[in-house]
Nanobody, 124 residues
């Protein structure tokens, strides 16, 4: 049974930082791609970043490139998203996704399992 559990969200001031974690179980963690998506109120879920299995190739959306960093710890079955220089427009529920593919992809259709999400709020 695949289980993804996100943590690390919260309230932060503009310019601040947060680190999200996604603990995975029930998957062969090392070989597969994981992704972070986010969903703001009234908007569709959008891809933020992903990291492939194997060589750890990464992808970032244009709106977060240079501010967010995705990483994975295969020994802990955990994927991280370090978010710096947060802005009010980054406010959303952030979800970890897994889709039994080793290839990098920002297409939501490639991800079939999701965590419960963690709320990120950026406000002064």
């Amino acid at each position: 049974q695949v289980q993804l559990v996100e943590s690390g969200g919260g309230l932060v001031q503009p310019g601040g930082s947060l680190r999200l974690s996604c603990a995975a179980s029930g998957v062969s963690f090392t070989y597969y791609t994981f992704a972070w998506f986010r969903q703001a109120p009234g908007k569709e879920r959008e891809g933020v970043s992903c990291i492939s299995g194997g060589d750890g190739e990464t992808y970032y959306s244009d709106v977060v490139k240079g501010r967010f960093t995705i990483s994975r710890d295969n020994a802990k079955n955990t994927v991280y998203l370090q978010m710096n220089s947060l802005q009010p427009e980054d406010r959303a529920v952030y979800y970890c996704g897994w889709g039994s593919s080793a290839a990098i992809s920002s297409d939501i259709a490639d991800y079939h399992y999701w965590g419960q999400g963690t709320q990120v709020t950026v406000s002064s």
